[in-house]
């Protein structure tokens, strides 16, 4: 079982619908990072957060919203998604902020999104 | 920008044999380098990660070799089971790139019994 967990595993949404994707760690890491992959592919960064603060976003379009509410949890508020946007995306924490690109990520299994 | 990719996008092994999976990165700045695994409909997995004043590194039947000469990454697993059967992911970092890690393209890695 992963240290971090990913809530829905499936989720299957309109075009014109507003959901979220949520994780959780409680591994005291103050790193946090949403990914998405698409099938075969390696995972892309979309946003790091830091001490609770988002420190990278790469050019992800506006509607994918993350919120981090306190160092456990991490959101991914979806809105007006497309369906080029269906894919597995994946949360992972890490331990030391200061250190995003030398310290091992701890990934959960993903929430499966599928847009009709 | 610069990435990180892998000599083959599949290998196939027999039950029992050593597994040798490759990844050359491009950016000699890199200096933290992990190796990933990622079974089907889970997330990728730490397996090990090396450091680049290290050129190898051995955990339970996997070891990783780093060549900074030539920037190249390898995984070697030791007497493959069906249970390693997964896509496997190299990443790196770079503290002075600032950013988070650069995941490769992967290798499926297929054992038979």
């Known amino acids: 079982d992963t240290e971090v967990t990913q809530t829905p595993k499936h989720l299957v949404m309109g075009m014109t619908n507003k959901k979220s994707l949520k994780c959780e760690q409680h591994m005291g890491h103050r790193a946090m990072y949403w990914y998405k992959q698409k099938a075969k592919k390696p995972p892309e960064l979309m946003f790091v957060y830091s001490y609770e603060k988002l420190s990278i976003n790469e050019s992800v379009p506006s509607r994918f919203s993350p919120e981090c509410p306190n160092s456990s949890l991490l959101n991914l508020h979806l809105h007006a998604l497309q369906p080029e946007d269906s894919a597995l995306y994946l949360c992972?924490?890490?331990?030391?902020?200061?250190?995003?690109?030398?310290?091992?990520?701890?990934f959960g299994d993903g929430t499966r999104l599928s847009i009709l | 920008g610069e990435s990180v990719g892998l000599h083959l996008p599949t290998l196939s092994v027999q039950e029992g044999d050593n597994s040798i999976i490759n990844c050359a990165y491009s950016n000699s700045a890199s200096d933290y380098f992990i190796w990933y695994k990622q079974e089907s409909g889970k997330g990728p997995q730490f397996i090990i990660d090396i450091r680049s004043n290290m050129d190898k590194r051995q955990g339970q039947r996997v070891t990783v070799l780093l060549n900074k000469t030539v920037k190249h990454l390898s995984l070697q697993i030791a007497a493959t089971q069906p249970g390693d059967s997964a896509v496997y992911f190299c990443a790196e970092g770079s503290v002075q790139a600032g950013t988070a890690l650069i995941f490769g393209k992967g290798t499926t890695l297929s054992v038979s019994s």
């Open positions: 992972a924490s890490s331990q030391d902020p200061g250190q995003v690109s030398n310290q091992p990520q701890h």
